[in-house]
Nanobody, 120 residues
Framework: VQLVESGGGLVQAGGSLRLSCIAS????????MGWYRQAPGKQRELVAT???????NYGDSVKGRFTVSRDNAKNTVFLQMDSLKPEDTAVYYC???????????????WGQGTQVTVSS
């Protein structure tokens, strides 16, 4: 199973970006999907997650500014980022849990990451 992110880039403070992550390969279903980020010299942190049923969870620093959504039919998760701040600058990683078979799971899949840079 592969996760491929897209949509990162350079944006000015106050601007918006939309990240996408599509899962491909052999799996039965995807349960929780989400986004994490890692800034230079810092630990990877939760940005947002969403279950297959649409329940969401956000990191405190992005609540009210970021919105996570998914298209189950297309195995894709999105992250709409509004009111971006310089402190949002980081590599953003897609994460997912996949059911590979009747009793087989891949609990912690990661994409390669996409850089988001917010200039002041």
């Amino acid at each position: 199973v592969q996760l491929v992110e897209s949509g990162g880039g350079l944006v000015q403070a106050g601007g918006s970006l939309r990240l996408s992550c599509i899962a491909s390969g052999s799996f039965i279903s995807l349960s929780a999907m989400g986004w994490y980020r890692q800034a230079p010299g810092k630990q990877r942190e939760l940005v947002a997650t969403i279950t297959s049923g649409g329940s969401t969870n956000y990191g405190d620093s992005v609540k009210g500014r970021f919105t996570v959504s998914r298209d189950n039919a297309k195995n894709t998760v999105f992250l709409q980022m509004d009111s971006l701040k310089p402190e949002d600058t980081a590599v953003y990683y897609c994460n997912a849990m996949a059911q590979l078979g009747p009793f087989s799971y891949a609990p912690n899949l990661w994409g390669q990451g996409t850089q988001v840079t917010v200039s002041s």
